[in-house]
């Protein structure tokens, strides 16, 4: 990689001002990357952090304010636009196409700026190499809809390096990683900044920002607030600087008294995406008032579990008990009835609808409950108080719930969904990933109505790649790998060591 002589600036953002309507998304923001850095930015939902990422991308125009790339003005005009200036971006949200391979993903980012390059052995070749490289473990010949998380965010990382990007945006790249993984790609982003290029990092964990960062600027409603390094600042510090408040870091937890078996689950098979059975055999009792935690590896058979529970996937064999109701094998609905709330892991491809308005969101799986209809009308005032509080409970950072939904920032959707969920006081909770990509202040308060939930008596299943979140909230810990449960411990005896083990299919615990 060349730098240019004596070259200070690689980027200069100065004065940017982006509105929407009843939004301030930045305010006046300058932000500048130097090469060789990797430069964080920080701050709660809805700060503004994608909107300035997305004007450099070429994605929205600044109203104001201007863009300078070695020290030049620069007009960038759209994602294509972006490339040719060397931007490269992986955003919050994937952006592949489910219906194509790995290898035709890639490449179909290339057509734009290298035409004809859409040979696919050249394409899957290079991606070998890139996975190897880096440690990126990719098969270029399977569909995307066939990979969990984890691995279409290795697709987007991997389809960034391709285009051997001078600046990287890096947009919550390890908000679906495991903690193995983030080790990796955190040793792969120091390696691409010290070849000269620039990088600019988004995440709301605010250790990972410590160990990777070179500088830390912080958002705040849109303006920025302040400048850091790791050096001079901490966890605490950077969580005042961002919330404006102390943020606890882990929820006090009062013992229960666990009641009845709540969820059953009976030597259950559950079918993949991928021809052979995800899930393989497993066996769980989860209680009244207990928090059963399901540590592991994305696409160890959780998400097919989860789905399972949910009634989106029929198992092969076994059975799936609610409240002593067999439901194995129905419908959403009818899995909803039995007592069921769900939080799925992709939240914006199953948890909402992008085109509906907030309100419509909060209310949609329960709008004919008695609260919301009385004899086939919607009642309009109960509605619009219900979603008004939670909006307010959750913070879902927004104008007001007749937004459309599609237009909140990553985390509010996130945050809207779990209002939802979580304000309907299920019998069984089955949360995936409940605080990924939200930020220290919301995954707080997630926290606290999760534990709510348990002392009120609800079961609760949360499946999460991170570690420090499972051992936070559950009673018990089952670790999944390869489709079956290694062991299942007490939170007491549990180590960040010993779940490791299990999770990489080491060691197997018998104490079920
Ligand atoms: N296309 C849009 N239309 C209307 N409002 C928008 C649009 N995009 C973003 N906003 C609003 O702008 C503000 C900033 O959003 P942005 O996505 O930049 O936040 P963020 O800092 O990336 O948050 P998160 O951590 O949740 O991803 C939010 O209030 C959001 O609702
Ligand atoms: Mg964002």
Redesign the pocket.
């Known amino acids: 990689m060349t730098q240019l002589p004596g070259a200070g600036h690689m980027l200069e953002m100065k004065g940017i001002t982006k509105r ?2 009843g ?1 301030i ?1 930045n305010e006046n923001v300058h932000f500048d990357v130097v090469a060789g850095e990797i430069h964080t930015l920080l ?10 990422m997305k004007i450099l991308y070429g994605l929205y125009q600044p109203d104001e304010g201007e863009i300078l790339l070695g020290g030049r003005p620069v007009n960038i005009t759209s994602p294509a636009n972006a490339i040719i200036h060397g931007i490269g971006m992986i955003h ?1 949200h994937f952006m592949l196409v489910p219906t194509l391979t790995v290898a035709e993903n890639v490449a179909l980012g290339l057509k734009s700026t290298r035409g004809f390059l859409t040979d696919l052995k050249i394409v899957s070749k290079r991606i070998i190499e890139l996975s190897e490289t880096f440690g990126l473990q990719v098969n270029p010949f399977e569909y995307v809809w066939q990979l969990s998380v984890g691995e279409r965010q290795r697709v987007e990382i991997i389809k960034a390096l391709y285009r051997d990007a001078s600046i990287l945006v890096l947009d ?1 790249p390890t908000a679906v990683l495991t903690p193995n993984e983030v080790d990796d790609v955190f040793v792969i982003f120091r390696k691409l900044a010290n070849d000269g290029r620039g990088l600019i990092f ?1 995440s ?1 964990k605010l250790q990972e920002v410590l160990d990777l960062s070179d500088r830390i600027t912080v ?1 705040r409603h ?1 303006r920025v607030t302040g400048e850091t390094t790791p050096a001079e600042t901490s966890r605490n510090n950077l969580a005042l600087m961002m919330v404006g408040r102390e943020v606890k870091l882990a929820p006090d937890k009062q013992p229960v008294k666990t009641g009845r078996v709540m969820l059953k689950i009976e030597d259950l098979y559950i079918p993949g995406d991928r021809g052979r059975d995800a899930v393989q055999g497993i066996n769980l009792e989860v209680r009244c008032g207990e928090v059963m935690g399901i540590a592991g590896i994305s696409g160890n058979g959780q998400r097919e579990l989860a789905e399972a529970i949910a009634g989106l996937r029929t198992p092969t064999s076994g059975k799936i008990i609610i409240d002593e109701q067999n439901t194995t094998g129905c419908r959403p609905g009818q899995v909803r009835k039995a007592g069921l709330s769900y939080v799925p892991e992709e939240r914006m491809r199953d948890g909402a609808i992008g085109e509906f308005r907030i309100k419509e969101n909060l209310i949609l799986l329960n709008h004919n409950s008695r609260n919301f209809c009385h004899k086939g009308f919607l009642r309009f005032k109960q509605i619009q108080q219900h979603c008004e509080k939670l909006v307010k409970e959750y913070a879902v ?2 104008p007001d719930i007749e937004t459309t939904t599609k ?6 959707i996130q945050k809207l969904i779990l209002a939802r969920e979580l304000s309907s006081n299920p019998k069984v909770l089955v949360a995936s990933q409940p605080t990924r ?3 220290i202040g919301a995954a707080e308060y997630i926290h606290e109505r999760i534990s709510q939930q348990r002392q009120s008596g609800t079961a609760s299943l949360v499946i999460s790649e991170d570690l420090d979140e499972v051992m936070a909230l559950s009673d018990r810990i089952a670790v999944m790998f390869d489709g079956k449960i290694m062991g299942i411990i007490n939170r007491e005896n549990a180590t960040r060591e010993s779940i490791g083990l299990m999770m990489t299919g080491e060691k197997q615990d018998s104490a079920a």
Do not use: C, R, W, Y
């Not at 701050?43 to 300035?52: P, R, Y």
């Not at 237009?407 to 509010?412: A, E, F, I, P, V």
């Open positions: 929407f309507p939004v998304a701050g709660e939902n809805g700060a503004g952090k994608s909107t300035l919050q919550e988004i709301h958002m849109g950072k927004t237009s909140l920032s990553g985390g509010n990509g939200v930020d």
